[in-house]
């Protein structure tokens, strides 16, 4: 590869609309660089998927986005990327892929070396382990517990990020756990839904309890790929195509609240996969 | 047709296991019946979804749901009855159709003549105005409010259906509504996912207000439909066949919940679209 690649835009893919905390992070640390995101939001939530459904939709998504000249790969949903990582970086291959769930583990561990952590996750994330088995690579000594918890997907899209419902939604959930594992050291939001609700997290934890999420650490991790790769745009402004495969208007709303600006049904190009 | 047309099975079609509600009334009102369920798990929520991707995974399921040679074609889901219909009753001609947004609408007219309606549903079911016209047509004095619950979905599937959390969560859709709309006669459960919350309803509005699900009257007008065909089975045992897009382990789980009894997911095939 050479200078002229470095042009082409970083393929970002999400079930929805909550890869735009990831897409919004990306832009943040690399203003230059163009980005086309695509939401499936045809067939999300993946998060209570089969994994054979959610590696299939992964990668007919990241074949679609081929096709725009990506230069990288970003799974920016948790599921996807806990559960197709592996089976997209084959199908994508030479391309580089990088997933969320790594860099939020190295997140928390470097946030809380040898700690208990706490991974918010939806169903299929933690039925497969991915941030614990991420965690413990990098750090044999820390703890971690899982909590799927999809209602807080649904409560995000909803826009009902704080007050006392969202609280107390948290708060049913913790009870789930075991009295050692609701006072961790850190909690990780491990799915791109949740950093909409820091100020819940906020309100329920302890302000000792580092809250963690993946889309900082991903475009701090995307950025230092493409620069060893001799990749990185580092002129001109950056555009942004946003791509969906269903529903214009609610991508739009919803979608906005994660982007922290107002869309367009206009701004988003509905695909078929 | 003649009599041995009687034997086949009846197709149910729910976008997930919601429409097992509407399954299991049609078990008691039509015990000899042979009934073939599909929920399509895999494309799961629709009332989220642009109203051509209903019309198209619906008329998909029916076609699917044909090829077992069904008799007639129950849409269990109040989306799809919203929204497709029609297209469901040209693709499946000359086989009857029924949806559950015309009972259910009767079914509150006949308990709140000349009232004012609460309809709790999707946004798909209420962006559509589907109850307010069926309820108009059969009762022009009534009132009708239309509510979008989305969150009530995600509550009932994790099986929180009762309780303070619940409660609060329904209060809090409420507040959205101008003070009359607050205190109907009649609060129609617009979505196949919503029985299951009759206790929290209960616990939310006076006693004095009529819960209206469609399951009941859905099934009613099923069995009068198949009889004023002659089409009816009158004796034997009733078989079951659940069929499923994805995910038989979570079919079961939370079906279990919606049908009142255990399921295994052996109990389930999963179908492909």
């Not at 190295?106 to 088995?133: I, M, S």
């Not at 208007?249 to 107002?262: S, Y």
């Amino acid at each position: 590869m050479n200078a002229p690649d470095a042009t082409r835009p970083i393929g970002v893919f999400d079930s929805g609309v909550g890869g735009l905390t990831v897409l919004k992070a990306l832009q943040a640390a690399m203003p230059h660089e163009h980005l086309v995101y695509l939401g499936d939001t045809a067939r999300l939530p993946y998060g209570t998927k089969s994994p054979a459904s959610i590696e299939r939709y992964a990668c007919q998504a990241a074949a679609l986005l081929r096709q725009h000249d990506i230069k990288m790969l970003v799974v920016a949903c948790n599921t996807a990327s806990a559960v197709a990582l592996d089976a997209l970086r084959e199908a994508m291959h030479p391309l580089p892929v990088i997933g969320v769930v790594d860099p939020g583990a190295a997140a928390a561990v470097a946030a809380r070396p040898g700690g208990r952590h706490l991974v918010l996750a939806t169903e299929a994330t933690v039925c497969l382990g991915a941030y614990r088995e991420a965690i413990l690579g990098l750090d044999p000594g820390a703890t971690v517990d899982e909590l799927a918890c999809e209602l807080l997907v649904a409560l995000a899209e909803e826009g009902w990020n704080e007050g006392p419902v969202a609280q107390d939604i948290v708060r049913r959930y913790l009870a789930e756990l075991a009295e050692a594992s609701r006072h961790p050291d850190s909690v990780i939001l491990g799915c791109t839904h949740f950093p909409l609700l820091r100020p819940t997290f906020a309100a329920v934890f302890d302000d000792s309890v580092a809250i963690v999420d993946s889309a900082g650490t991903t475009a701090a991790a995307a950025r230092e790929l493409l620069r060893s790769l001799d990749l990185a745009t580092e002129d001109g402004a950056g555009r942004l195509t946003l791509l969906a495969t269903d529903g214009a208007t609610r991508f739009a709303r919803v979608g906005g609240q994660f982007l922290g600006h107002d869309l367009s049904w206009k701004d988003i190009e509905i695909v078929d996969l």
